[in-house]
Nanobody, 115 residues
């Protein structure tokens, strides 16, 4: 079973920042498209951001300009830097490895934006 290990969630006030981390096995990190999804209570899981290549990243419109993906290849880890957080960003955030034709998922980490 492939393990994607997430960390970094928590409670933050509106306007604050958090950074999520996702560590993957080396072969997954190098050959799959790594990204993030989120699921708010009562809603479907939705796309947040995805690293297509080292120079190409795709973001959802709702987070564009506020969230940023980066990667540490030596650590097989991707990060999601979340700035200017809003209450509507509250959700469980899941790391995803798109290893077409299969997907791998982390266990999720809770992000709560509230005053």
């Amino acid at each position: 079973q492939v393990q994607l290990v997430e960390s970094g969630g928590g409670l933050v006030q509106p306007g604050g920042s958090l950074r999520l981390s996702c560590a993957a096995p080396g072969n997954i990190f190098s050959r799959c498209r790594m990204g993030w999804y989120r699921q708010a209570p009562g809603k479907q899981r939705e796309f947040v951001a995805r690293r297509i290549s080292s120079s190409s990243i795709d973001y959802s419109d709702s987070v564009k300009g506020r969230f940023f993906i980066s990667a540490d290849n030596a650590k097989n880890t991707i990060y999601l830097q979340m700035n200017s957080l809003k209450p509507e960003d509250t959700a469980v955030y899941y790391c995803n490895a798109d290893c077409f034709p299969t997907d791998r998922w982390g266990q999720g980490t809770q992000v709560t934006v509230s005053s």
